[in-house]
């Protein structure tokens, strides 16, 4: 039986949530600068103070939420409340006549993000039989990944069909917002926990001591190594630098998440039969190889082979870090376990894209992506030296 067939098939739906709310967000997130900017006449400024505060309130809301899951014992009722806002969020955007209803959108569809990534995280860790944890995870991503670059390539369809109507693509977009919340309500139920388990509180030291060193190991290794994978937006601005028209910015990320989907199953599969750190290593190097090809010039010939690598060190290692923590954590803690995670990377997260963006103004591209290789070099030995160890399923 391969992998694939033994996964449960609540495992595979939850996959397919995250594809369909993948879709309904990209069709929005991949014309919203330029909604913002040409419809509503925002000024830049103004447009990077709402994705920061949107990607903040995402972060401190995981956090809550992984607790919140853990102390209640239940993992599906905060992952649903957390889809059902984000497609909820959706109508928003295509109601907006200015820039305060889109922040409260985008905040309302950020709080949503964030009520749903760790409980969800923790539900797949959950679901998987022990030995095929990674390649769950690999299949949650992959599915994932799908729905990123069919959002921007249905975006662009239909904004050629209407005529650049920005409004009728966000209608559109509420569809599969909202399928994706009813599959997670009827197609995914939660394992039973064991009988007289005593209900956790994550937030008192006795239970935060229980996550142990080899766990704050991983976290420390993915703060590190997000510094070095700073925002895919860089990625298009160095094709632009290479005389990409504008018109086809958004086949960058798509060209990137056509290789990450492809990847992300089957390295999600090899994560459970070789070492994690070996294979980890390995996804860190292919960085270094993509950092090195960006840096080196701005043409077709190295940025296209920067973007392919780039989307195959995302499908080495996303994955493979959730199966770290997974591994690493206690099972009553995990969603405790992955929302601190995320915090982290995500904090690591803007520090690197602001340090991206800094390096890139004063001294050029080839600097933000040097930059982004030393990173990642500086992961690779941490990596090599610091073996996380695992705890008992």
């Known amino acids: 039986m391969t992998p694939a067939r033994a996964l449960p098939g609540a495992i595979w739906a939850l996959g397919f949530v995250s594809l369909l709310m993948d879709v309904s967000s990209e069709m929005i997130h991949s014309l919203l600068p330029v909604f913002l900017y040409s419809a509503l006449g925002v000024g830049t400024a103004v447009i990077g103070m709402i994705e920061g505060a949107a990607e903040a309130t995402a972060l401190i809301v995981k956090v809550f939420s992984g607790v919140v899951s853990d102390y209640w014992g239940r993992r599906k009722p905060a992952a649903l409340a957390g889809y059902a806002l984000g497609a909820l969020s959706k109508p928003l955007f295509a109601l907006a006549t200015g820039p305060g209803m889109v922040v409260a959108a985008r905040l309302i569809d950020r709080v949503g993000k964030g009520i749903r990534g760790a409980p969800r995280d923790a539900l797949v860790a959950d679901l998987a039989p022990p030995g095929l944890r990674g390649a769950a995870f690999g299949l949650r991503q992959a599915l994932d990944t799908i729905g990123a670059f069919l959002g921007p390539m249905l975006a662009m369809a239909l904004m050629l ?13 509420v569809i599969p917002g909202m399928c994706a919340a009813l599959l ?25 001591r229980a996550l ?34 504008i018109a086809y910015a958004p086949l960058v990320l798509i060209g990137m998440n056509v290789v990450y989907a492809a990847a992300a199953y089957p390295c999600g599969k090899l994560a459970d039969r070789v070492s994690h750190t070996r294979l980890l290593v390995a996804g860190i190097a292919v960085l270094v190889l993509a950092d090195a090809a960006l840096a080196y010039g701005d043409r077709w010939y190295f940025v296209a082979p920067g973007i392919a690598l780039w989307g195959l060190h995302l499908a080495m290692t996303q994955g493979l870090l959730a199966t770290m923590v997974a591994a690493t954590a206690p099972p009553a803690l995990r969603g405790t376990a992955f929302g601190l995670f995320n915090l982290v ?32 070099a500086g992961a690779l030995v941490l990596t ?5 160890s695992r705890v008992a399923s």
């Open 184 to 208: 997670l309500a009827v197609a995914v139920r939660e394992p039973a926990h064991p009988a007289g388990r005593e209900r956790v509180q994550p937030l008192r030291r006795a239970a935060l």
């Open 384 to 388: 090599i030296i610091r073996r996380p």
């Open 345 to 376: 990377s995500g904090i690591a997260m803007l520090v690197g894209s602001t340090g991206a963006g800094l390096l890139w103004e004063r001294y050029g591209a080839s600097a933000t992506f040097l930059a982004g290789g030393a990173f990642a």
């Open 212 to 245: 142990s060193a080899g766990y704050w190991r991983v976290v420390a290794l993915g703060a590190v190594f997000t510094l070095a994978r700073f925002s895919e937006a860089f990625l298009v601005l160095r094709a632009r630098d290479g005389g990409l028209p």
């Open 161 to 173: 069909a209407w005529s650049n109507d920005f409004r009728a693509v966000f209608r559109v977009a």
